[in-house]
């Protein structure tokens, strides 16, 4: 692959400002940059959960069995239906939730306004 000098990416830039524009430019930075981010958030706790996994694999495959208890007939009940708590999002995760919902009210908002009165 031949090296890129400072020309080359001149060109580039001058491309890429004549296609999308001065403006849009530093907000698709900074949606890449977030989503970048987010990304490497989610993969990180992915990496968390498989160590802990191995780990619990691991633990479990040293440990002795313990002897095996009769199961006994289990009488049905009654559980009443309760909300399940909401877990905690990170900051990164409320900023896209934001975003979408932001995104949602725009798009509502361009079609409300491209209906005839």
Known sequence: MPNLGVPELLIIALVLVLLFGAKKLPEMARG???SLRIFKSET???????????????????APAPAQPQPQPVQPQQIPAAPAPAPALSAEEQ?????????R??????????KPA
């Open 32 to 34: 890449v940059g977030r």
């Open 44 to 62: 990180a706790k992915l990496r968390d959960d498989d160590d802990e996994t191995q780990h619990h694999v691991q633990a479990q495959a040293q």
């Open 95 to 103: 900023a896209r939730q934001l975003e979408e919902q932001a995104a």
């Open 105 to 114: 009210l725009r798009a509502s908002a361009a079609s409300q306004a491209d």
